[in-house]
């Protein structure tokens, strides 16, 4: 009998994933069976193929507990709510704002971008601001930001600071507002996460990003997951 592993190697068309050595090795580490699971509802053809991404919070979150970094934890571009799931079962005593149309994409956004887009307004619609609730909780720390952002920011209390910001909104004009807003609201040690920044897909996230950080002291961080993330930590 060959061995899979035997085929992998030899074979152009086959990849092997291995967990991380803290996931498989070190139990107190371990992702468990109901995140990936919560990661994967109603989003299965994006997320089961990204569990890397799935790692990257998870694993950053228990950093940022372990490591004592003050503030809440943000998300802009929430979609089904997958990845808020994830941050406040993983950080329930942090406040999480979370930002979204929950309607799909603003027209405003999309107008603003440079060049053809593979999807219009019309994507992702297909959510809702009760559906979200209804996966993600009512926690009293939750709180839902419906709206075109950066009008909602006006939600965030006043003095706030924030240990993680998960950028996920596409659209480069969306991207340039969130890195506007939070960069200055990160507490020292925190963590910006962006997705999309080398995905080739949506292409306005990239020049978004490197605009903003073109005078900044942080270098972004290049992640491997399937849309390739960028990770902006603060300087202390």
């Known amino acids: 009998m060959i061995h899979p592993v ?4 030899n074979h152009p068309n086959y990849f092997i994933q291995f967990r991380p050595d803290s996931d498989a090795v070190h139990k107190h580490l371990s992702v468990p069976v109901e995140l990936k699971s919560f990661w994967m509802q109603g989003n299965e053809f994006n997320n089961s193929g990204d ?10 979150l228990r950093a940022l507990d372990e490591r004592v970094i003050p503030g809440a934890l943000a998300e802009l571009g929430v979609y089904k709510g997958n990845s808020a799931k994830i941050l406040h079962i993983v950080s329930p005593a942090r406040k999480l704002y979370l930002f979204d ?16 887009l593979p999807v219009n307004d019309q994507a992702f619609k297909d959510t809702s601001l009760e559906a979200v609730q209804a996966f993600v909780g009512m926690d009293q720390k939750i709180v839902y930001c419906k709206g075109w952002f950066p009008d909602t920011a ?3 209390e006043a003095g706030e600071k924030f240990a993680l910001v998960h950028i996920d909104c596409d659209l480069g004009q969306a991207v340039a507002a969130a890195l506007e807003f ?9 963590l910006i996460i962006v997705h999309d920044y080398s995905s080739g897909w949506w292409k306005d996230v990239k020049p978004a990003v490197d605009f903003f950080m073109v005078d900044k002291p942080e270098t972004p961080i ?10 902006i930590a603060r300087h202390k």
């Open 6 to 9: 035997e085929v992998a190697l």
């Open 101 to 116: 149309t929950f309607e799909g994409f603003d027209s405003r956004d999309v107008n603003a971008e440079s060049q053809q």
């Open 51 to 60: 569990i890397t991404r799935l790692y990257v919070l998870y694993q950053n």
């Open 222 to 231: 290049l992640l491997p997951d399937k849309s390739g993330s960028v990770v």
């Open 154 to 156: 006006a939600m965030v």
């Open 182 to 190: 939070f960069y200055s609201r990160m507490s020292p040690g925190g």
